[in-house]
């Protein structure tokens, strides 16, 4: 799961995709794992999925956290 950190390379993309809720909710509800641990939506050729979960799933994961840290302070008047 370090594709998840706070530091990574995702999170450029997911600061971008975080004011878009309509985009990272999609990406969620498309991206998911199979029964094998593979994405679902990330197959190439052959048939075989990213391990799950992919990069576009730990990049709107990040994204919905930054949405909702940033819901709370306009919430909480920070």
Partial sequence: MA???????????????A?????????????????????TTCRNSSGSGERWP?????IAVDARRLYELRLGQSVGGE
């Fill in 54 to 58: 992919c990069s576009l799933h730990q």
């Fill in 19 to 39: 004011g878009m809720p309509e985009v990272w909710r999609r990406l969620l509800a498309a991206h998911v794992a199979d029964r094998l641990g593979r994405c």
């Fill in 3 to 17: 594709a998840h950190d706070a530091g990574g390379d995702n999170l450029p993309m997911a600061e971008m995709m």
